[in-house]
């Protein structure tokens, strides 16, 4: 009789802690690649064993290769039409090229949010970012002849920067660049957007408890194992302190910040944002602009165009976008946010 | 005798159920204390070359591969409340032979690869991700 009380008894100790242990049964795993985008990738997972979480980063850094080597600008690759392709010249004129299709709907992408952000992002600014990314180069090398890209220079480039003259054939999977003095930099918009495209493979797949970082741009597929939220931590410049404390799942968070690339000319720092209608880094007092919505590449446009806003503007802009929210960091240190910022904020 | 049996019997039950019952409240006490208190526990800091490299939770297994730069790397793992180094790429080897860690202050140093892990105890959980 005691002996059948007893275990009864233990089997519900058993089970009641069980319960609350279930949820270790997953491992947290993190690993890092500094190969792709010129940036730091963190991949975080939920898996029983590190063979199967090797196996699956792998299968997403593979991904992100594929993104990585169709999107740049900077580095070509033998065989491969990718953005170095259709911005090279032949003969004086771009020539039409054939591409990926991911290249196209990328651009078409980057073409929709020049609409949505009233050209803020404009992908065929190439020639004026092109222009500051050489003198940054230079300035960061030997920062005693740090200049800043002359403004005739900057205004001549400008003439070059009318997205219309991007053409892109869906059916035949081509991109003319109709103007021979232009030229495309997706920066602000492809690694976002390659990150959503991984992130919408692996949902497809079935996959959950999975956290993508490019760079600045948080992904999260799924929920943790045990259904909770991930937590994203926004951190202070200097890394002191998080300045924000997100719980989100399946949606996406991204920071610009004049912070993050920059260069100094005469003592005074120069950041790569650049304001459309200035040639210059956009000043609108803020040190940081986030954004949190549901797709990467939105995420990735928005935070950018964001930060060449006035705040009325960019209160307007983000009200005006379904499940898009928004927290400005002004340089005193002064947060403000849109009206569902709070939603997100881990409590 | 027949009585004294009954009796007996009884007061094994009565015990029985005292036993069970605390046991339970045990249980429960003990579900309950992970349940609400496992996320504002302990948790280790890395740094590295002086620069922190991440804040992790004592209460969730971990495995995270520390990256010191020129391919030197370092693997952590936290596993049943208590950390230590799996791997490492250092030549010493003197992080990876260290006990685990899991009371406040103890630390882990890699003295070739510049890595100290420090068990801490914060008021704020260590996020997820950090950007
Ligand atoms: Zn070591």
Redo the contacts with the bound molecule.
């Keep these: 009789m005691k002996q059948r009380f007893l275990s009864i008894a233990l089997a519900l100790c058993l089970f009641v802690c069980g319960g609350a242990c279930s949820s270790q049964e997953k491992t947290k795993y993190n690993t890092y690649s500094m190969d792709y985008f010129d940036t730091v990738i963190t991949i975080t997972g939920y898996e029983k064993s590190q063979g199967d979480f090797d196996k699956q980063s792998k299968e997403i850094l593979d991904m992100f290769e594929d993104y990585h080597r169709l999107y740049s600008i900077y580095h070509r690759f033998d065989g491969l039409n990718n953005m170095c392709t259709v911005n090279q010249l032949t003969d004086g004129v771009h020539p039409t090229v054939k591409v990926d299709k991911a290249i196209i709907d990328m651009l078409l992408f980057a073409k929709k949010m020049h609409t949505v952000t009233n050209g803020k992002l404009n992908v065929a600014m190439g020639s004026v970012l092109s222009l500051w990314h050489d003198y940054r180069t230079v300035g960061k090398d030997n920062p005693q002849n740090a200049s800043l890209p002359p403004m005739d220079k900057l205004q001549e480039a400008a003439k070059h920067t009318d997205i219309s003259k991007m053409v892109i054939d869906e059916e035949n999977s081509t991109v003319t660049l109709t103007d021979p003095l232009m030229k495309l930099d997706v920066g602000a918009i492809a690694k976002g957007y390659a990150v959503e495209q991984v992130a919408l493979a692996l949902e497809k797949k079935g996959v959950t408890g999975y956290v993508l970082n490019v760079g600045g741009n948080v992904r999260t597929v799924g929920s943790k194992p045990d259904g909770s939220d991930w937590s994203v931590g926004i951190e202070n410049p200097d890394g002191s302190d998080y300045i924000a404390y997100l719980n989100v799942s399946d949606m996406s968070v991204v920071t610009s910040g004049s912070y993050q690339r920059y260069y100094y000319v005469d003592g005074k720092p120069y950041h790569h944002i650049i304001q459309p209608e200035t040639l210059m880094p956009a000043q609108n007092g803020y040190l940081s602009v986030s954004v949190v919505c549901k797709d990467s590449g939105m995420g990735d446009a928005l935070s950018t165009a964001l930060f060449c806003l006035s705040k009325q503007d960019g209160l307007a802009l983000i009200n005006s976008i379904a499940g898009a929210e928004a927290m400005w960091v002004a340089e005193d240190g002064t947060k403000s946010y849109s009206s569902g910022w709070n939603k997100y904020v881990k409590k | 005798m027949i009585n004294m049996k009954i009796d007996s019997t009884k007061k094994h039950n009565r015990n029985d159920i005292i036993f069970i019952v605390a046991l339970l409240l045990i249980a429960t006490f003990g579900a309950l204390y992970l349940f609400v208190f496992r996320d504002g526990g302990n948790t280790v800091k890395v740094t590295v070359d002086g620069k922190t490299y991440g804040v992790y939770s004592l209460n969730e297994n971990i495995t995270e591969d520390i990256h010191t730069g020129n391919g030197n790397l370092?693997r952590l793992v936290i596993r049943d409340g208590k950390a230590y180094?799996e791997t490492?790429?250092?030549?010493?080897?003197?992080?990876?032979s260290h006990k685990p860690i899991f009371r406040d202050g103890e630390s882990i140093?890699?003295?070739?690869?510049k890595?100290v892990v420090t068990v801490t105890t914060t008021d704020t959980d260590s996020p997820d991700v950090v950007i």
């Design positions: 370092n180094m490492a790429t250092c030549p010493d080897g003197i992080c990876v140093v890699c003295l070739p690869n890595v």
